[in-house]
């Protein structure tokens, strides 16, 4: 016989599965209930509905798919984003590229030009938008689903951002920037994360480039001198052990001050140099 449980029982039950915190999300998010409300009225029982849908998303999260995916948002420097599997789960890592290249924009006066390649979510071209209002913002990708989950989050926080198709900087004929982000596919082919729980579930094309995980980069930094403003910044971020690769890559295609900063936890994570001059 089905028993309906209590919302209490239900938690009990699913934190035997799955991390505290997120069982106690996924209870808000099916019931609508704060978490204040939740722990006031533990005895509440769930409707049929409401179980059904709860065991359902239970049985997900513990075959691994992210809770983001299962929530339909994330958070990302204090605002919330809607996410779906067409696009990468935001990372604290991609937090870091967002405040660094606000860093970067405050050198320059009036209204300067940022490009964010690869945008997926939004997330970095959304955050600058609204963090550094006299800047204008172009976001590109190549997928179409990818676009439309990032349109909708530029609408929903009210952030002034031009969204292209493209092919990296092909659809961008001879525009300059002052400013280039990127969070490019950087995971080699063979690194066995790719089979963990959550990445096997992210858009595979957003995380590796079935080869080395240099070929988005060697892409980027051989293309991006020719859309910057002279003194302008390229930054993207990049996998662990790839900043000695990153710089040599900068180097070699004319950027100055080529450098690599490190995460929270001390590993080498954004890469980035100055262009001399707009190379059109």
């Not at 997120?22 to 019931?31: C, E, N, S």
């Not at 209002?133 to 976001?139: G, I, K, N, Q, S």
């Not at 971020?237 to 929270?264: C, M, V």
Request: charged fraction near 25%; glycine fraction near 8%; proline fraction near 4%.
């Amino acid at each position: 016989m089905f028993t309906l449980k209590t919302r209490a029982e239900w938690l009990k039950a699913a934190r035997r599965l799955i991390d505290a915190l997120d069982a106690r999300l996924l209870l808000q998010a099916v019931t609508g209930q704060t978490y204040a409300g939740l722990m006031t009225h533990p005895e509440s029982a769930l409707s049929l509905a409401e179980q059904e849908r709860l065991d359902a998303l239970l049985r997900r999260r513990e075959n691994g798919e992210p809770l983001a995916y299962l929530l339909g948002s994330a958070d990302f420097y204090g605002r919330r984003f809607r996410v779906s599997p067409a696009v990468l789960t935001p990372r604290p890592e991609t937090e870091e590229l967002a405040a660094l290249a606000l860093e970067k924009l405050a050198q320059f006066p009036g209204k300067a030009r940022v490009l964010d390649l690869g945008t997926g979510s939004g997330v970095l071209a959304v955050t600058l938008a609204l963090e550094h209002r006299a800047a204008e913002l172009v976001a590109v990708d190549l997928s179409a689903a990818a676009l439309e989950v990032a349109r909708a989050n530029a609408a929903a926080l009210g952030a002034p951002v031009r969204f292209l198709a493209s092919d990296w900087f092909d659809a961008l004929a001879d525009e300059c920037f002052h400013l280039i982000v990127a969070n490019p596919p950087y995971i080699a082919a063979d690194d066995a994360h790719l089979a963990d729980d959550g990445l096997r579930f992210e858009p595979r094309q957003a995380l590796t480039d079935e080869a080395d995980g240099l070929t988005a980069i060697r892409a980027i930094t051989a293309a991006a001198p020719a859309y910057l403003h002279s003194g302008g910044w390229l930054l993207f971020e990049h996998g662990w052990n790839q900043g000695a690769d990153a710089r040599a890559l900068l180097s070699a295609t004319g950027f100055d001050n080529a450098q690599t900063w490190r995460d929270l936890s001390g590993q080498e994570r954004i890469s980035g140099g100055q262009t001399p001059a707009c190379r059109r």
